[in-house]
């Protein structure tokens, strides 16, 4: 969904380069981000993380692990920004980029990132667009690549065409998952994910009582 453009947005991209790190910046950061937070603490990336909640609650909730969220458009980016600087000007443990998820392999080296996450990401229901569904058999590839053995994909949707074309690419790679990890009905069955932090998205879309499609799977 693309947001309309605010005139802020990229001055303040501009004047906060600790918080929010620019794609070519982003790609000469590859295999070090550890030094950017300053520690060896586990890695989670949201790819596509608009404005942002999600991310930033889960910085907040865990202060033992790093979080990034990679996100294409600069007014949702700056957005996120604004939130997390009002919020704690000193949060360590965040940074956004803004870049394109395409190829996560130019962000981050072999085994950097403990897990992924999707959330509402946008569906591309075109047969013709099946390449650009982040769960698309090249995506789960660039994945692979840069989650530890054993890391974790974790996709929330509203969009159960999306969710179950996730679920056959997921198989077709040789991934599986016990029915614990998986759900049609998440916020009927929040045992499955006790820990769940809801996006802006999941908000919206538990208003309308659309069910929340969830998978956790582990490469
Ligand atoms: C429907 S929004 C969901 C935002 C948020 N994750 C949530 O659940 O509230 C999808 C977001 O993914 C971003 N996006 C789509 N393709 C992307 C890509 N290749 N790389 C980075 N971000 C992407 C869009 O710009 C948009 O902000």
Redesign the pocket.
Known sequence: ?RLRSKKWAVPFIDEHPDLIIKDQRAKQLKGNWSLVFGNNHPLYL??????G??ILDNAIKYPENNFIG????PT?VAIAGKKAFKQDPQLANLKLIL????DVSDYFADNEISKIFL????PWPKAKHEKRR?TAENFLKSYSKILLPNGALELKTDNLGLFEYSLSSFKKFGLSWPEEQISYDLHHELKKNPVNIE????KKFAEMNQPEYWIRVNF
Request: charged share 25%; aromatic share 8%.
């Open positions: 969904m949201e790819i596509g993380s608009g404005k909640q999600f990679l996100e294409l458009q949702a870049g394109d998820g395409g959330n509402h990401s946008d982040l996006t802006e998205y999941e």
